[in-house]
């Protein structure tokens, strides 16, 4: 049997859950018509949703029609609990559109539409409440049109003439298979329906079951399932608990079978499931196995989360809709430390709570979709945990972004530990949230230590700057790093990481968001004068939509700051007969920045938890460095800076072009020596004019260059450990090691006249300060304990980059690319063992040449003068 996941969803009243009673008891799933205002709906389960009369959690019911295996998933109507809906779509093959007859397409059902179209699923739309006497077709299958697209057809006059021209007009294939044949096929509608290319509409009443089968034969009709593969794959879309506490989750299988004892893997655990539920209504059955294109809820899971894909399957994007209140949680008689992991429970169980813990305020805040949630919040809490809490007065949850582009640097260098990551932090595209990516090469820093990077940009919540709001719609790039060889570990990225995203928050131009309602507001035409007003004085825009039988529409969208208590308001002016419908629309600029920033009174640089500045180290001892002098102490080069340079010297200049210009008098003398070498001495010629004449060229004098003292520095127990001979040495007897290098060393300097400078580690030599000793013409240093040769190295070579010619020898890879980018030039051990081999050899032959010479000298004395000379000498000895 084919296998099909169908969801329902539709705007608050639209008598979603009546139609799915009604699809229900068509197929024979059920035998009695249940309905919200008798409390005995199918699926509405929960003593809150029987209470309220609205569907809070979603759910599901497992029916049959035809050869079809339908799964029907039936979702929230009303807008705080809109996070809900939307898991839901990760999961759904089709979906059916409730719209209410009566009110028409109002701005939830756009929001609505607006998220099927961006999970790209194919849509059935079914148009209830036909029965109501506002209800007008014709009306509102031009409104549909109107709002949702053209695509949308009426299938209630399937197989006529003029059903197969609109359907021709909206798919080219269906166009020349009715111009060829005169009529269309199944397979092509079913084609056009699951590319979201037509959208049939149903038109009809569930309560009175009119429509509804004709609705439920079209399903059947001209849906195609899907196809899945062999290898295992799963989408994890909800997490909830049953009456016993076990923590249940839902997922749907895309691939490959589900056994019970399987064990799963997933972002950092690997668990086994003990049992396998298949859900319809609050009832389940527990089966052995789940097939691909089933929809089931598990045990055994504890750290799986909503939107997680297993196997084959990709994890799925963040949440669209997002939480835009936010209230202080006070429990009565319990501490706020034993409430919190409760909370957490529940938030792992909804998508649409975040909770948060202020440690410096020492509260716990919920952040919601809106006040309805706070009621249903408030009920959960103490149905499950047996704990009354209050809330607090709802504050608006602001987001700050970023208007140009920056580069942040963070640089973690306590003792012993080592990491700089350096990010570009550039503003995005209203809505996209924050986008993170890598362009740094590998040369220069690792892979893994990039993957970590990454990984540690995305773990966090960051804070802005100007209120500690989460930050949005930005995006951050890591374009540099530097790692230790021997002192950095992963919380070092870790801190540098995010020490760089604040001190280039810090540097950049801020920007204060606040979260937006899109609304439409129904009321008198006679008072839309007055709601137009009042809009304007919320900072909203508006404009009248519709205009009819005395009532107006006016659309347009506010600050939720504003707007969201004007339901009251409206109600009393208009003595009950305007209505507010307002929607989430996204985050735009706060319309009063100043004033929220002073209330809120931030302070970014007495945040604890998240430091501006940067540590590092000098001199065995660690200190902090402001955000706005961090780059001054920095030990890679900026890449802002370097792609400035790129972009203002495009093609660089070579030492061939960096002659002295020619003068306008010897070019003149080319020109009469070449050109003008013809003309004869009687000639009438005038010179013409020249460049000369009409500039005043000043004779380019080239700077002589002005040669700086050399030196040589070595890092002493890299170059040991990297020369054999050495390296077998000093497993016996270090100090002899280091005694030869400073030999060898010494007679290189002899021939080269370099400054060597020869570092060893103090972790070898016990000091409590630098020393350095002047070992015959070359100085040894022993750095002070716990600081590092390649720390001395550093900064010796970028405080004196700029006074002497200075190379490094060393094979340390991190150690090089810092010294490449103070300027300096490099030897490598092996480079610099060649080196001194050369010296020693120009050493062995002119020590030959110059026995040469005395042998060749004393050959040529006569024997007198040699007799002479001994006995002076003997004579010196007396």
Known sequence: MEKIVLGILAHVDAGKTTLSESLLYLSGKIDKLGRVDNKDAYLDTFELEKARGITIFSKQAVFETGNTQITLLDTPGHVDFSAEMERTLQVLDYAILVINGADGVQSHTETLWKLLEIYEIPVFLFINKMDHIASDKKRLLKEIT?????????????????????????????????????????????????????????????????????????????????????????????????????????????????????????????????????????????????????????????????????????????????????????????????????????????????????????????????????????????????????????????????????????????????AEVHLLLEPAQPGSGLQFGTICSEDILGKSWQRLVLSHLKEKNHKGVLTGSAITDMKITLVSGKAHNKHTDGGDFREATYRAVRQGLKEAQSVLLEPYYSFTIELPEKMVGRAMTDIERMYGRCEITKSSDGIAVLEGSAPVATIRNYQAELASYTKGQGRLFCTFMGYDLCHNEDEVIENMGYDSERDVENPTGSVFCAGGESFLVSWDEVKNYMHLESYLKQREALSDNPVQKTKAFEEKYITPDEV???????????????????????????????????????????????????????????????????????????????????????????????????????????YGNLHVVYTKEAQTADQYIERFSYDNRKKYDITVATSDGAQQMIIRGAGCALLSARELKLEVEKVNELIDHQSKQQNQKDISISASLSSKTKSQIEGLVKKLDK
């Open 668 to 774: 003149e003398k080319i020109f009469n020596q070449t050109f003008f070498a013809n003309k004869g001495k009687h000639s009438t010629w005038h010179r013409p004019k020249t460049a000369k004449d009409y500039y005043d060229f000043k004779k380019y004098v080239q700077k002589p260059h002005e040669p700086k003292e050399k030196y040589l520095l070595v890092d002493g127990y890299n170059i040991i450990h990297a020369w054999q001979e050495l390296k077998e040495l000093a497993k016996d007897n270090i100090e002899g090691a280091r005694m030869k290098l400073i030999d060898i060393l010494s007679n290189y300097q002899g021939v080269k006249k370099y400054h060597v400078i020869v570092v060893f580690d103090a972790y070898r030599v016990e000091r409590s300060v630098e020393d350095i000793i002047s």
């Open 146 to 418: 109107q709002k949702l697209g053209d695509k949308c057809i009426d299938f209630g006059q399937a197989d006529m003439e003029a059903f197969f021209e609109q359907l021709s007009m909206c798919d080219e294939a269906i166009m020349e298979s009715y111009l060829e044949a005169g009529n269309v096929k199944t397979e092509q509608i079913q084609a056009a329906i699951k590319n979201q290319r037509v959208f049939p509409c149903f038109f009809g009443s569930a309560l009175k079951l009119e429509g509804v089968k004709e609705l439920l034969q079209g399903i059947e009709k001209y849906t195609i399932p899907p196809c899945y593969g062999s290898e295992f794959g799963a989408k994890i879309f909800k997490i909830s608990r049953d009456e016993q506490g076990n923590r249940l989750t839902h997922m749907k299988l895309t691939g490959g079978v589900l056994k019970v004892r399987d064990t799963l893997k997933g972002d950092g655990w690997e668990e086994k499931i003990n049992q396998i539920r298949i859900y319809s209504g609050n009832k389940f059955e527990a089966v052995a196995q789940a097939e691909p294109g089933c929809v089931c809820a598990v045990t055994g899971l504890t750290k799986a989360r909503s939107g997680e894909g297993l196997g084959s399957q990709k994890h799925s994007t963040l949440p669209i809709l997002e939480p835009v209140l936010s209230y202080q949680v006070i429990p009565d008689g319990m501490d706020l430390r034993l409430l919190l992991p409760k909370l957490r429970e529940i938030e792992d169980e909804e998508p649409e709570l975040r909770i948060e813990w202020n440690e410096q305020l020492q509260e716990i805040h919920a952040q919601v979709m809106g006040e309805v949630q706070i009621e249903v919040l408030q009920s959960m809490i103490k149905e499950r945990f047996g704990v009354e809490v209050t809330f607090g007065e709802g504050k608006t949850v602001y987001k700050e972004t970023i208007a140009n582009t920056v580069e942040g640097v963070g640089h973690f260098e306590p003792l012993r530990h080592y």
